[in-house]
């Protein structure tokens, strides 16, 4: 069945500095959707990627959708104690069945 | 917005008891989901629901498991007998459509099972 992986676990990140977190998935996917839950929280919705190397920004938050379309990745720039949380990406397959990465969740250093 | 509702916030049972968990969705969806997540782990799907059938249900979703619309606004989920290792977060989940909308979560409930 489809896997998505998602890497790395954990990352932990000094204020103001930049990360990268990868989601690959074993088969090709229709869509890659990316949500943030926040600790105690539940998760929200970010964005959805559709075609073959998309790319879309969200102020500090960079989405791109591989080629393929097996992988994505979200990239933080100047990362802030408010991107504190664990995000998420769910890969659709073309059967439209939607599974979920393990996240990565994401710390802040002051 | 509109939002999806969950009730209760946190569900307390002993091993071997019957919980229901409700939802309320958003009211123009279509889609109805469960999810569970044990703490800190990932978010695990259990079952989607559509037009009052199941449309789809994981490993997961065993006998002990069954989800209802009793009416036109809840949608619940029923353990029959819980398990310890039941314990997580449930989240329910609604959407406009299955292809291409966003899933929309509750808070979720918090179920412990002792």
């Known amino acids: 069945g489809q896997q998505v992986m998602q890497i790395p676990q954990y990352q932990h990140v000094q204020e103001g500095e930049d990360f990268t977190t990868y989601c690959n998935s074993s088969?090709?996917?229709?869509?890659i959707q990316w949500y943030k839950q926040r600790p105690g929280g539940h998760p929200v919705f970010l964005i959805q990627?559709?075609?073959?190397?998309e790319v879309k920004k969200q102020k500090r938050l960079t989405f791109q959708f591989g080629e393929a379309k097996k992988n994505s990745s979200l990239h933080i720039t100047a990362t802030q104690t408010t991107d504190v949380g664990t995000y998420f990406c769910?890969?659709?397959?073309?059967?439209?069945?939607?599974?979920f990465g393990a996240g990565t969740t994401v710390t802040v250093r002051a | 917005e509109p939002e999806v509702t969950q009730t209760p916030s946190h569900q307390v049972t002993q091993m071997g008891q019957e919980v229901i968990l409700r939802c309320v969705p958003i009211?123009?969806?279509?889609?109805f989901y469960w999810y569970r997540q044990i703490l800190g782990q990932k978010v695990e799907f259990l079952v989607s629901?559509?037009?009052?059938?199941?449309?789809?249900k994981s490993e997961i979703f065993d006998d002990q498991f069954s989800v209802e619309r009793p009416d036109g606004s809840n949608f619940t989920l029923k353990i029959r007998s819980t398990k310890l290792e039941d314990s997580a977060m449930y989240f329910c989940?609604?959407?406009?459509?299955?292809?291409?909308?966003?899933?929309?979560f509750g808070n979720g409930t918090r179920l412990t099972v002792t």
């Open positions: 989940a609604s959407n406009l459509d299955s292809i291409n909308s966003p899933l929309h």
């Open positions: 990627l559709v075609k073959s190397g």
């Open positions: 629901f559509y037009n009052n059938e199941i449309s789809e």
């Open positions: 088969t090709t996917l229709s869509n």
């Open positions: 769910a890969g659709r397959s073309n059967d439209y069945k939607l599974s």
């Open positions: 009211s123009n969806h279509l889609y």
